[in-house]
């Protein structure tokens, strides 16, 4: 059997499942959850042996220290995985929520109702974790799930797919309402694409070069999730001990992930005072710097900012730092080289966080907080799929409301027109 023919089985199947997975009492379907976690917890340790496979070929890959830190997964986080499933099961479930309703004039009664989407393809890189994230918010959803994972985490992919479906054994949900495409063959994602017959939305999750793959190939609707190319501004009004303190973790908590900051903007009249402090305490912290001319001025030693370097999400331990006039030239700075993804202003000036609230183009916008918090577990919402940088049906986080369309139930009683 060939590639083609294998993925349009997996389509089949998925459908087939989505059909009695979108009536699934919400007792089953939490019941099947907190099943998947509890596989989770008791194979740690297969798990982790699995995922050591990765570790190792990302090492003879020359993966970065960064990229290392997506793929891992020891104790801690198989147990944030799992809770995180445990916390999607607490959820309300959002299907058959009546969003609005209303009776017409000749006596129609019509609501609008949230219903699952029906078979989502999820394509995505790295992080292994997004395996059982996506899963289980596909199934509280309604939904079936049909995974590609990239080849750098495959074992932990498998493994984890495996444990969840073995936990659909034990339910009346379809063991098909999770399949995970084995192969790693880049032709994969093209068939994917362009499966409409069987797949009704494709959410790609990382690199530009994936997301390029998608949007040019796709016949089925696509909602990505870009690149994270994420900024702070440090205006003249900040509290420089709380910019320090955010800065630093929104670059050095966990520098290879979509929601660290990439370009650091400093107000040009704290600049004296403020670059100095924190370029010493990023690179105490291993960040490379690459810094705008007038950056330069106080930091002779560091590396020069090029264009590209404005354009680059980095997901390392380097960070480009940009000295401007004001509020204006901060939000056309990001406005120009962001992603769309989440910015943050670091101020006590009322007027210029209003400012930057309503003129910064991007799904999620900071004051005096670190971006680190665009996440689908930090926003209550369990877990995510992804962190769309869309505009139209879902932006931001993307979780089980996302997860759903809706449609029209009306009620007559002989009505004709």
Known sequence: MDLNE?????????????????????KEKNRALLLMSKKLKENKEIIKKENEKDIENGKKDNLSDAMLDRLLLNDNRIED????????????????????????????NIKK??????????????????????????????????????KEAIHSNKIIASLLKDALKETTIP????????????????IMTR??????VIIPRGGSGLIKAVTEHATVPVIFHDKGLCHVYVDCDA??????????NAKTQRPGVCNAMETLLINGKIADKFLPIIAENLKKDGVELRVCSRCKEILPNEKD???????????????SIKIVDNIDSAVEHINKYGSKHSE????????????????????????????????????????????STNKLHARGPFALNELTTYKYIVLGNGQIR
């Not at 995985?81 to 009776?103: F, Q, Y």
Request: charged share 20%; hydrophobic share 40%; aromatic share 6%.
């Open 305 to 319: 900012a090029t264009e590209l370097d404005w354009e680059t999400e980095y997901l390392d331990l380097i960070l």
């Open 81 to 108: 995985m799992a809770n995180g499933i445990e916390k999607i099961a607490s959820l309300i479930d959002p299907v058959g929520e009546i969003i609005t309703g209303w009776n017409t004039e000749n006596g129609l």
């Open 175 to 190: 063991e098909d309402a999770i399949n995970l495409i084995q192969t790693t063959e880049r032709e994969a994602v093209k």
């Open 113 to 150: 109702i949230k219903v699952p989407i029906g078979v989502i393809g999820m394509i995505y890189e790295s992080r292994p974790n997004v395996t059982a994230d996506a899963a289980a918010l596909a199934l509280k959803s309604g939904n079936s799930i049909i995974l590609r994972g990239g």
């Open 239 to 248: 509290d420089l001990k709380m910019a320090n303190d955010i800065c630093m």
């Open 195 to 200: 499966l409409e017959e069987y797949i009704d």
């Open 344 to 387: 943050a202003i670091i101020s006590n000036n009322y007027e210029n966080t209003t400012k930057f609230l309503n003129s910064v183009d991007a799904s999620t916008v900071y004051v005096n907080a670190s971006t680190r918090f665009t996440d689908g577990g930090e926003f209550g919402f369990g877990a995510e799929i992804g962190i």
């Open 6 to 26: 294998i993925i349009i089985g997996y389509g089949k199947l998925a459908r087939e499942a989505s059909h009695k997975l979108a009536t699934t009492l919400t």
